[in-house]
């Protein structure tokens, strides 16, 4: 196929942009990072004052400059209370609710915060919860991505985005000293929204991706028949030896033994179509077998010593990696993978199958053995 598509030559040719930087960030772990309701909290958790990390002035200057630009009007809070989760008459909720204190009407900055959500809220009902004058309440629909406004709210409701809020805090806050427990806290919570900000941005990724996916398809079904070659050539040489062939990964295949239930060959390919272009051959001993190692090392001595294979043994609960070796096919290899993978097998690692396959099945008749 490729040899005679030049087209597919030159795409091959061409540089694929990188992926976009991403910051881990606590939300990723906890796994809450797309959850609105724990987003509004950290927004108010750092509008509060009471939380004494001293950002709450940046945080509602940033957004009521916004609202400024957005729409010429001038507010201004100086002793303020933010809620979320805030229960209407007819049991909506609003998201973050921050009520102005220092009056004896007060103001109202309502927020509703959007993350990934389809946009059916009842903002005019958020509105009129809000007992006050038209003029000192100003309502925000908070997104990822810039959005309308519906026709009835359109005059009490502006769209602001995450992304531009957390710049225009950003910009105060790297004029403050904080501490280092706050500082790491407000940069989780900054990386966080730019994460989310960076899901609906067009990168150069997307972009080389919408300009490309046919040639990538074409590319992702080589990629499919490569493996299957592979995999097939795996099964074929376990045919060889009389091994049951089975596993569902890209990364591995197993050769196992129909007559026990306790070792297997295990054929690691997951850098087999990297820079590496190595497989890797293992021992592996399972189940019963398990029960079994510190025996099977000390009756095993000798030859672990006299043997080349890597003895450095990768360990999990049920399952450890007891001999294995990397090996690079060349291209006369790979064209006959098969008799390659059978053959490195048989020389290297079949007299201590043998060996190992004995040892387990005396121990398991004699345990005290």
């Known amino acids: 196929m490729l040899r005679d598509?030049?087209?597919l030559k030159r795409f091959l040719s061409m540089p694929v942009p990188a992926p976009i930087a991403r910051k881990h960030t606590l939300f990723d772990i906890s796994g809450h990072s797309h959850s609105e309701t724990v987003i509004s909290k950290w927004y108010?958790?750092?509008?509060?004052?009471?939380?004494?990390?001293?950002?709450?002035?940046?945080?509602?200057?940033?957004?009521?400059?916004?609202?400024?630009?957005?729409t010429g009007r001038k507010m201004t809070m100086n002793f303020f209370q933010v809620d979320t989760e805030v229960t209407t008459i007819n049991k909506k909720r609003i998201d973050i609710l921050i009520t102005d204190e220092s009056g004896d009407h007060g103001k109202y900055i309502i927020i509703e915060n959007k993350i990934f959500h389809r946009i059916d809220n009842d903002l005019i009902e958020y509105w009129q919860h809000c007992k006050c004058d038209d003029d000192n309440k100003v309502g925000i629909l908070l997104t990822l991505a810039p959005e309308i406004i519906q026709s009835d709210a359109?005059?009490?409701?502006?769209?602001?985005?995450?992304?531009?809020?957390?710049?225009?805090i950003s910009v105060l806050v790297m004029q403050k000293t904080l501490n280092t427990e706050q500082n790491i806290m407000f940069d989780h919570f900054k990386n966080a929204i730019i994460n989310l900000s960076k899901d609906l941005t067009m990168n150069d990724q997307v972009k080389f991706?919408?300009?490309?996916?046919?040639?990538?398809?074409?590319?992702?079904?080589?990629?499919?028949?490569?493996?299957?070659?592979?995999?097939?050539?795996?099964?074929?040489?376990?045919?060889q030896m009389g091994l049951k062939f089975s596993g569902l990964s890209d990364d591995y295949r197993y050769l196992s033994f129909p007559e026990n239930d306790f070792v297997c060959y295990t054929i690691i390919l997951?850098?087999?179509?990297?820079?590496?272009?190595?497989?890797?051959?293992?021992?592996?001993?399972y189940g019963e077998g398990l029960k079994h190692i510190e025996k099977l090392d000390k009756c095993l001595v000798g030859q672990i010593v006299q043997t080349k294979l890597n003895h450095k043994r990768t360990r999990d609960r049920t399952w450890i990696h007891?001999?294995?070796?990397?090996?690079?096919?060349?291209?006369?290899?790979?064209?006959?993978?098969?008799?390659?993978?059978s053959d490195k097998i048989n020389s290297d690692f079949k007299p201590l199958m043998i060996e190992i396959i004995s040892k387990i099945q005396i121990f398991t008749l004699d345990p005290a053995g």
């Open 270 to 285: 997951n850098s087999l179509f990297t820079a590496s272009k190595t497989i890797t051959i293992v021992i592996e001993i």
């Open 5 to 7: 598509n030049p087209e």
């Open 209 to 239: 991706y919408q300009e490309n996916s046919a040639k990538i398809d074409t590319m992702v079904s080589c990629r499919n028949k490569a493996y299957e070659y592979v995999f097939n050539h795996v099964k074929v040489a376990g045919d």
């Open 44 to 70: 108010a958790y750092f509008m509060l004052a009471e939380n004494n990390h001293g950002l709450e002035r940046s945080f509602i200057e940033s957004i009521l400059s916004l609202v400024e630009e957005k």
């Open 322 to 341: 007891y001999f294995k070796e990397e090996y690079s096919p060349n291209s006369n290899d790979f064209e006959n993978l098969s008799q390659y993978i």
């Open 154 to 168: 359109f005059s009490k409701f502006i769209n602001l985005t995450h992304a531009e809020v957390i710049r225009r």
